[in-house]
């Protein structure tokens, strides 16, 4: 069964640095391009980010370039977004995502960054 | 930015009525290689996204065959057959033709 669980989570002060996590299991990791997107509370869906199958490839939203970095491990079947110089307005549940739009397409269960001081 | 357009927002239905969740986009979402790229999620009370639709019209595995998806154009639509109570939740569609990927407003359907 597939399984994408994301951790790292938590409350960081405007200015601060979260590195989040994205353990995948139950499929071929290393085949399939992943994805961050968030959902702040009440709101609706965000794409943040995206990374091809072997890393070298990435995209971002206006919003985050310069401050997020995607990247992911297939040794260790991990997807990461480091998030530096965080904003109150990064405040969302994160959901990493596999092949969305796609027949593979999954999601996690999510992790909440609250951003305030 | 290509902008998906949902109506309506808000979509009470009976029970065993069917429903139905129109989605505009401000392009063409075929890519080159004849592909759809777009999707339509459910998100349930507490819980992540799951897709329902993928590549436009493809019924994901484990969807009920309640849930249909059609393309015309630029002019996509979600339909359920008969609505059942576990089908509330908030239904958005996306594009993933290019990024960033962007998401519809979302449809919350609830149950009179």
């Known amino acids: 069964e597939v399984h994408l669980a994301e951790s790292g989570g938590g409350l960081v002060q405007p200015g601060g640095s979260l590195r989040l996590s994205c353990a995948a299991s139950?499929?071929?990791?290393?085949?399939?391009?992943m994805h961050w997107v968030r959902q702040a509370p009440g709101k609706g869906l965000v794409w943040v980010s995206r990374?091809?199958?072997?890393?070298?490839?990435?995209d971002y939203a206006d919003s985050v370039k310069g401050r997020f970095t995607i990247s992911r491990d297939n040794a260790k079947n991990t997807l990461y977004l480091q998030m530096n110089g965080l904003r109150v307005e990064d405040t969302a549940v994160y959901f990493c995502?596999?092949?969305?739009?796609?027949?593979?397409?999954?999601w996690g269960q999510g992790t909440l960054v609250t951003v305030s001081s | 930015d290509i902008v998906m357009t949902q109506s309506p927002l808000s979509l009470p239905v009976t029970p065993g009525e069917p429903a139905s969740i129109s989605c505009r986009s401000s392009?063409?979402?075929?890519?080159?290689?004849?592909?759809?790229?777009m999707a339509w999620y459910l998100q349930k009370p507490g819980q992540s996204p799951q897709v329902l639709i993928y590549?436009?019209?493809n019924r994901a595995s484990g969807v009920p065959d309640r849930f249909s998806g059609s393309v015309s154009g630029t002019d996509f639509t979600l339909k359920i057959s008969r609505v059942e109570a576990e089908d509330v939740g908030i239904y958005y569609c996306?594009?993933?033709?290019?990024?960033?990927?962007?998401f519809g407003q979302g449809t919350k359907l609830e149950i009179k």
């Open positions: 995502g596999r092949d969305l739009s796609g027949e593979y397409d999954n």
């Open positions: 139950g499929y071929s990791f290393s085949s399939y391009w």
């Open positions: 990374i091809n199958t072997d890393g070298r490839t990435t």
């Open positions: 392009q063409v979402l075929v890519h080159s290689n004849g592909k759809i790229f």
């Open positions: 590549l436009g019209f």
């Open positions: 996306m594009q993933a033709l290019q990024t960033p990927y962007t």
